[in-house]
């Protein structure tokens, strides 16, 4: 069975600009949820979507969003880049809502300038 | 809110035993999970507990206590390749939602 598959790997922005990250997750698993990672602030959810319907809600502003698909891929959004941003932005997979056996893929790393 | 501390650093060497421990403090604990994660990968899930005691899984063990906010994670028979960063989370319930906080990681050096 693949594993989290998140596209793309590496990314290089500049600050203003907007960035669509990829998730597809894991064969059958239904709930993918997004988490940034910084070597300052560690790993932080941002948002859980299950059955096309976000579930779950991080702190992070409004400029950072999320959809998914009804084959359960999701998508998350970035506008209007800060430095702030750059960050190792990681999706993870699980069968049910709300569990905390997650599986993760390899991450896309953003890079602001 | 929450709030979870672990060691950032630990040494150990080959063969030992390493016990890394998490506090936390959260308003609607509905359980506490460890996960593994090497430089430059996804992190992986380890274990999961929602009651008191102990939850053993090869060479990995974690325990929790509820009312003391704590949690430790036991690898035995310690290998090279367990260097890797270790991330204790805990999931809160509010209001119907699940929001899983991470702490910041303990870094775990394995030396021969």
């Known amino acids: 069975k693949a594993g989290v598959t998140q596209t793309p790997r590496y990314l290089i922005k500049t600050r203003g600009q907007q960035v669509t990250l990829s998730c597809s997750p894991i064969?059958?698993?239904?709930?993918v949820s997004w988490y940034q990672q910084t070597p300052g602030q560690g790993l932080q959810f941002l948002f859980e979507?299950?059955?096309?319907?976000?579930?779950n809600k991080g702190n992070f502003p409004g400029r950072f969003s999320g959809r998914q698909f009804s084959n359960s891929r999701s998508e998350m959004n970035v506008s209007t880049l800060e430095l702030g941003d750059s960050a190792l932005y990681l999706c993870?997979?699980?069968?049910?809502?709300?569990?905390?056996?997650?599986?993760f893929g390899e991450g896309s790393r953003l890079t602001v300038l | 809110g929450q709030n979870i501390d672990q060691p950032t650093e630990m040494t150990a060497t080959e063969g030992a035993i390493v016990q890394i421990n998490c506090t936390y403090q959260?308003?609607?604990?509905?359980?506490l999970f460890w996960y593994q994660q090497h430089a430059g990968e996804a992190p992986t899930f380890l274990s999961y507990?929602?009651?008191?005691g102990l939850e053993e899984k090869g060479r990995f063990s974690s325990f929790l206590s509820r009312s003391k906010g704590y949690s430790y994670l036991l690898l035995k028979e310690l290998q090279m390749k367990d260097s890797a960063s270790y991330l204790c989370?805990?999931?809160?319930?509010?209001?119907?939602?699940?929001?899983?906080?991470f702490g910041r990681g303990t870094s775990l050096i394995v030396h021969p």
């Open positions: 959260t308003s609607g604990f509905n359980g």
């Open positions: 979507y299950f059955s096309e319907t976000q579930r």
């Open positions: 993870a997979s699980s069968e049910r809502q709300g569990t905390g056996e997650l599986f």
């Open positions: 064969s059958g698993h239904r709930s």
């Open positions: 989370a805990v999931r809160d319930e509010t209001g119907g939602s699940y929001i899983p906080t």
């Open positions: 507990n929602v009651l008191d």
